[in-house]
């Protein structure tokens, strides 16, 4: 996977704007290039609509060709013998081709672009599905915009090679070899003349193709870059920091450079060998020239006579043949330029799945679920980062108890709090939800077994209906409400102008902290997983505010295995079990009572919480 890591709010201010240099292109272009048969492996599914679309483009080369002999026999036959009933017959046979051939050309429009819209879909839906079987590491790892641009801007660029490209080249391709056949009946050796220059021609689009394709991989990475300083900057969270830091004229400066490289890019890539395919048309252009001089000088010389008829059929034939011809050089060098997108997209649907399906899941039904939860031995470690965050866990959470997780930043809390929800895969150990390791479940079933309230709530730009049922989809409007009573935020939403129906804005910034808190615990209560994890959901809040949620977060809990990562540890004071992390390794592990009289790790822990709440509290009541 190639997406940078970089941040577009760092790096270069808006006075250091560079340009990528030939060296830069080239060594960013892909030294692997794409299986073709992978790409032709796109539209194996729409064989059967591509074989009538080649039919038809094959009828509409073959019935254009009708009009360069009609003319023939005009000029050599009906003008001369002025015969008005062969003209005319002759005249309606050019009419009624022209007719045909723009209804044929009408049709498998339609049909080509059926199958070129259906084969985009496929391949969006194919790189979505991928990413929402990824692991958490990935999104880490990987800039929002980079993915955004992957799925926008690079499968949007090849709409064009994937919609047009191939019915282009089957009807140029085919219209070449029906006019070249006319040719070589009408006058083999005009033909031959014609032919001679066809070689270099195909190698020159070549040529540029590749050129273009180097380009093509350059400007696609900078359109990633605008993709992400795009989210990253004019979202809410980005707006407050470079507002707050004074940084949003740098950041206009630098979302100015990038923008101005893409287009930099995007001239050259247009520019990128024109003189040459100029060469081509000004070539192309000059044939019927030479026509005209080799059938002049072949009359002068008595080596063959050639009808003036056949002379203006030939010609005709000549031009056109200019535009499929150009037409296929053209989409060479289109189609070579486009493999550098497919790399891209390709890369991310090879990007290999770390949360792996397992071939026949099993599956627990969350109504009857006990809940209990077993964590045998359990290691696990990031890739970017050495050592071991979790080593060696074992703690047991039976059904309806609450295990509160305790320790200094770092100490695997959270790391923990994802394994169970299996947003990663432990490493060494298994974890289980009575009996069954988590790896065996359908990640469906494990979504309806547990679910996650966190300190950073993710709300939908929708209204608060949508939001809540995001969790329950047929849920009623009775059972928003029940649940939004549940999480003591039922009033607040029916004093609202819109109610239920009231769009939270963007990440839900239309609400406060706690009210963000309480909706999520709305629709944790609709889902009603039978196990909870709350991971510091109330850390970033006010007293007060906190009051009002633990008190949720408290009806919620209630009858429910839940394991709770706790900041204050005054909100988990009574859970059954309460263990101690540090350095990714359990190190003490009892109740409240037990562990606040031991003198220990947590004691030290419960003090310093206390005498952060007393400041938080004194600094609330001024």
Known sequence: MSASPSSPIGGRGPGNRRRPTDAQIAAAAPTEPVDRRRILGLFRPHRKKISVV?????ASALIGLAQPFLLREIIDVALPEKDTTLLTYLVLGMVGAALIGAVIDVWQSWLSNIVGQNVMHGLRASVYDHLQKMSLAFFTKTRGGEVQSRIANDIGAMQGVVTQSVTQLVGALTTVIATLTAMLVLDWRLAAATLVVVPFFVWLSRTVGQQRRKITTVRQARLADMSAIVEETLSIGGVVLARTMGRAGDLSGKFGATSSDVADLEVRSAMAGRWRMATVQLAFAGMPALVYWIAGWANAQGSGFVSIGTIVAFTTLQTRLLMPMITLLRLGVQILSSLALFTRVFDYLDTPVDLIEPEHPEKIDAASAEGNVEIEDVSFAYDDRSGDVLSGVSLSVPAGTTLALVGATGSGK????????????VERGRITIDGHDLRSLSLDSRAELVGVVSQETHLLHATVADNLRFAKPDATDEELHDAARAAQIHDLLIGLPDGYDTVVGERGYRFSGGERQRLAIARIVLRDPPILVLDEATSALDTRTEHAVQEALDRLSDGRTTIAIAHRLSTIQGAEQIAVLDHGE????????????????YSELLAGSLRDEARAQAAEAI
Request: no cysteine; net charge negative; glycine share 16%.
């Open 586 to 601: 359990v190190i003490e592990l009892g109740s409240h009572d037990d562990l606040a009289t031991r003198g220990g790790p």
């Open 54 to 58: 080649a039919g038809l483009i094959a």
């Open 414 to 425: 959270t790391t923990l709090g994802y394994l169970i929800a299996r947003l990663y895969d």
